[in-house]
C-alpha cells in the first residue's frame, strides 16, 4: 500500500506558514493533496494510495472494509471509547484514524489493530505531523536522534522494532490503539490479542463450529482484499499457509495472473511439486522461477534503510527486486501471499499446547483426548508432559544475540506484557502476530505492488486468537484444523504434509558467500563504534565454522540491516547527537525458542 501524510496546525500564523510550504512540498513530491478540515490536510502516494472513508467523526485513512462476520463487541455502551470500539469491531484493514477538534485539528489518532499500515506522530513548532513513512525531502525536528539502548535491545529481540521506534522524537501508535492530542497525553490500548484470547476462553465452540469460523473468516478476508486489488498476482509457495489463500482465492476471482512459486537449488526448497498438485487440484496455471541470489553491498543495505524502522522485512533484497520486476512486467498492481500463517494457525503441537490446557483445565485436561496424541508426536510419555505443564514456566524466554553487547533487563513487547495469565503456547501465537505485523512493512517489492496478507487480517487474527492451541492444531497436528477445515479444497499431499519446505541452505549461502562483505560491515560499523558489537563474539560468528555447526544467519542479517539504518539514519540526522549508548551490564539469559531470534523470511 501506498503511503499518507497529514499535516494539522496551531493558530500562530508561522505554524499556517510551515503547514503551506510542506504542502507545495508534498504536491512537488508527486503526493495527492487534500483538505481534512480547516487546519488539517492530507496527502497520499503510491500504489494503491490509501483512501479516505468517513465513518462517524473519524476520518479512516487506508484500506478499509465492512465486517460481515463480528466476534469482538463492547461490553456496553457507557464504557470510555465505546464508539471506537465498535468502530474497531465493525471495520477491519490497514487504516489509521484521525478526529479532528472544532477547530478543525487533529485530536486523536486511531491505528487498526492488525497494523498493517504504520503509524508515527511527532510535534514540531505547532504542527502535528502523522505519518505512515518519513520521506527524504520532509525536514524532521533536529531534536531528533537515534536511540541506541533501544537499538541494543532490538538486536537481542527484533519484535521490537515493530513497536517503540528507535529514534528519540517521534511517538510510534502501536496498533488498535487510540492516541489524543497533544502526543504527550497517555494512549489508550481499545484491542489487545490476550484480550480476544481471554473472550475467546470465555465462549468455547465445537471443533465443527472452530472450523467453519476459520473457512468463513478466511474467505471474507481474501474476497474483500481481492475484489479491492486491482490487477492481481498470488504467491503460491507449495506450502500449506499460501494453499490455503488460494483456495479462497479462486472462489472470489478467477483471473489472477501470475500464480507464481518460489524455489530453491536444494531439494527441501524445491516445492514445485506440491504447487504443481495444487496447480491441478485448483485448475491454475503455476509459474515457477528460482530465488534470485547475488554479491550483497552497501547500496543493498541503503536501499531498505531509509523508512522509519529498520528494514528487517526485505532483507531477501535480490529475491524482492527479482520479483518486483516481474511482477511490474505481469501488469500486477497487487500480490496476495499465505504470510503469517505458522504463527497464527499455529504450527507445531508442541508439549506447550498441554500446558495451555493444563493452565486452563487443571487436572480436567488429562481427560483430553489430545493427550495421547500429544505425547506421540513429541516423544514424550503422557506424565512428562503433564510435569512439564506443572512447572512454573517464563512467559517467553529472554532472547539474546551472542554477536550483540549484552544489556540489563531485556524489554518485554507491549503485548506479551499482557500474557501472564496466559499458556506458552498461546503467548508463541501473539509473539508472531507481532512478528506478522513486520512481514508487512515496507521492502523493494511493496514499493511496486500491493503485497496482501489475508491471513494477518483482523478477521482471521481474531477468529484464531479466539479458539484454544488444543483446537487450533486438534490435538496432534501443526496447524491441524486449517488442514481439516480445508481438506475438501486441497490436494491430500498438501493436507496430509508432515514436512515444511525449507529456505535456510538458500539463506545461509547467501551469508557465507558475502562473509568478505559482512564482516567488515559489522565489525567496523556504526554499532561496533556505539559499543553495541561484541567484536569476539562477531568475528566467531562471522565465520563460515559457525555458519555449518550453528546457522546463525537470522542474528546476522539482522545486525546487517539494523546497521544500515543506523548509518542511514546517522548521515540524515547529523549533526545532531545521538543518544547516549547503552551500558554493559549482565547478559541476558539465553532463548530456548528459535523461531523469533532474529527476523528471517519462512
Known amino acids: 500500500m501506498g503511503d499518507y501524510?497529514?499535516?494539522?496546525?496551531?493558530?500562530?500564523?508561522?505554524?499556517s506558514a510551515r503547514a503551506d510550504t510542506l504542502r507545495s512540498q508534498a504536491a512537488a513530491a508527486g503526493m495527492?493533496?487534500?483538505?481534512?478540515?480547516?487546519?488539517?490536510?492530507?496527502?497520499?502516494?503510491?500504489?494503491?494510495?490509501?483512501?479516505?472513508?468517513?465513518?462517524?467523526?473519524?476520518?479512516?485513512?487506508?484500506?478499509?472494509?465492512?465486517?460481515?462476520?463480528?466476534i469482538v463487541r463492547p461490553d456496553t455502551d457507557q464504557e470510555p471509547w465505546s464508539y471506537e470500539r465498535k468502530l474497531l469491531a465493525r471495520f477491519w484493514g490497514r487504516f489509521v484514524g484521525v478526529r479532528l477538534s472544532s477547530e478543525g485539528e487533529v485530536a486523536e489518532i486511531l491505528r487498526d489493530p492488525c497494523g498493517g499500515l504504520d503509524c508515527i506522530a511527532w510535534e514540531d513548532d505547532g504542527l502535528t505531523l502523522v505519518v505512515s513513512a518519513v520521506p527524504a525531502w520532509l525536514p524532521v525536528p533536529r531534536s531528533w536522534s537515534i536511540a541506541f539502548d533501544r537499538v541494543a535491545q532490538a538486536l537481542h529481540d527484533p519484535l521490537l522494532v515493530w513497536e517503540d521506534l528507535?529514534?528519540?522524537?517521534?511517538?510510534?501508535?502501536?496498533p488498535g490503539t487510540v492516541q489524543p492530542a497533544p502526543l504527550k497525553t497517555p494512549p489508550t490500548a481499545l484491542w489487545t490479542p490476550a484480550a480476544i484470547v481471554r473472550r475467546g476462553a470465555t465462549q468455547p465452540v465445537s471443533d465443527a463450529e472452530a472450523a467453519a469460523a476459520l473457512t468463513l473468516a478466511l474467505d471474507d478476508a481474501v474476497r474483500a482484499l481481492a475484489l479491492d486489488a486491482g490487477p492481481l498476482a498470488a504467491e503460491v509457495s507449495g506450502g500449506l499457509d499460501s494453499s490455503l489463500v488460494a483456495a479462497s482465492l479462486i472462489r472470489a476471482r478467477k483471473d489472477v495472473a501470475p500464480w507464481i512459486n518460489l524455489y530453491g537449488a536444494e531439494a527441501q526448497s524445491d516445492e514445485r511439486p506440491y504447487a504443481t498438485a495444487l496447480g491441478a487440484v485448483l485448475g491454475i496455471d503455476i509459474v515457477s522461477v528460482p530465488h534470485a541470489s547475488g554479491p550483497l553491498n552497501e547500496a543493498d543495505f541503503e536501499s531498505i534503510s531509509h523508512g522509519v524502522r529498520p528494514g528487517l522485512a526485505g532483507i531477501d533484497m535480490h529475491h524482492d527486486r527479482d520479483w518486483a520486476g516481474r511482477l511490474q512486467t505481469a501488469g500486477a498492481m497487487a500480490i496476495m501471499t499465505g504470510r503469517g500463517g505458522d504463527s497464527i494457525l499455529l504450527q507445531g503441537a508442541t508439549a506447550d499446547?498441554?500446558?495451555?490446557?493444563?493452565?486452563?483445565?487443571?487436572?480436567?485436561?488429562?481427560?483430553?483426548?489430545?493427550?495421547?496424541?500429544l505425547a506421540r508426536l513429541n516423544d514424550r510419555s503422557i506424565w512428562s508432559l503433564i510435569a512439564g505443564a506443572r512447572r512454573p514456566t517464563?512467559?517467553?524466554?529472554?532472547?539474546?544475540?551472542?554477536?550483540?553487547?549484552?544489556?540489563?533487563?531485556p524489554t518485554i513487547p507491549h503485548w506479551l506484557g499482557d500474557c501472564a495469565d496466559l499458556g506458552p503456547a498461546k503467548i508463541l501465537q501473539i509473539a508472531g502476530l507481532i512478528d506478522g505485523i513486520g512481514r508487512?512493512?515496507?521492502s523493494l517489492q511493496t514499493r511496486v505492488v500491493n503485497v496482501l496478507t489475508p491471513l494477518l487480517s483482523q478477521p482471521v487474527v481474531e477468529t484464531c486468537l479466539a479458539l484454544p492451541a488444543t483446537q487450533l492444531v486438534l490435538g496432534q497436528r501443526d496447524r491441524g484444523l486449517a488442514r481439516s477445515a480445508f481438506r475438501d479444497r486441497l490436494p491430500p499431499i498438501i493436507t496430509e504434509r508432515r514436512t515444511k519446505g525449507e529456505m535456510s541452505a538458500i539463506y545461509g549461502r547467501m551469508v557465507?558467500?558475502?562473509?568478505?562483505?559482512?564482516?567488515?560491515?559489522?565489525?567496523?560499523?556504526?554499532?561496533?563504534?556505539?559499543?553495541?558489537?561484541?567484536?569476539?563474539?562477531?568475528?566467531?560468528?562471522?565465520?563460515?565454522?559457525?555458519?555449518?555447526?550453528?546457522?546463525?544467519?537470522?542474528?546476522?542479517m539482522t545486525a546487517a540491516a539494523v546497521e544500515?539504518?543506523?548509518?542511514?539514519?546517522?548521515?540524515?540526522?547529523?549533526?545532531?547527537?545521538?543518544?547516549?549508548?547503552?551500558?554493559?551490564?549482565?547478559?541476558a539469559s539465553e532463548a530456548s525458542d528459535h523461531r523469533h531470534r532474529g527476523y528471517w523470511p519462512d
Open 5 to 15: 501524510l497529514i499535516v494539522s496546525r496551531g493558530t500562530a500564523s508561522a505554524a
Open 32 to 70: 495527492t493533496v487534500s483538505d481534512l478540515g480547516d487546519r488539517a490536510w492530507l496527502a497520499v502516494e503510491g500504489p494503491s494510495p490509501p483512501a479516505t472513508l468517513l465513518v462517524g467523526a473519524w476520518r479512516l485513512i487506508g484500506q478499509v472494509f465492512h465486517r460481515e462476520h463480528r
Open 166 to 174: 528507535l529514534l528519540d522524537g517521534p511517538v510510534a501508535i502501536l
Open 353 to 373: 499446547v498441554f500446558t495451555d490446557l493444563w493452565r486452563a483445565r487443571g487436572w480436567r485436561a488429562l481427560t483430553s483426548p489430545a493427550l495421547p496424541g
Open 394 to 409: 517464563e512467559a517467553r524466554p529472554a532472547r539474546r544475540n551472542e554477536m550483540i553487547a549484552p544489556i540489563g533487563l
Open 440 to 442: 508487512q512493512s515496507p
Open 512 to 556: 557465507a558467500d558475502n562473509l568478505d562483505f559482512l564482516r567488515p560491515w559489522l565489525l567496523e560499523g556504526q554499532l561496533a563504534e556505539a559499543g553495541l558489537i561484541n567484536r569476539a563474539a562477531a568475528e566467531t560468528m562471522l565465520s563460515r565454522g559457525n555458519l555449518i555447526w550453528r546457522g546463525t544467519y537470522g542474528e546476522i
Open 564 to 587: 544500515g539504518w543506523v548509518r542511514t539514519w546517522s548521515q540524515r540526522l547529523r549533526p545532531r547527537a545521538r543518544s547516549a549508548r547503552p551500558r554493559g551490564s549482565p547478559p
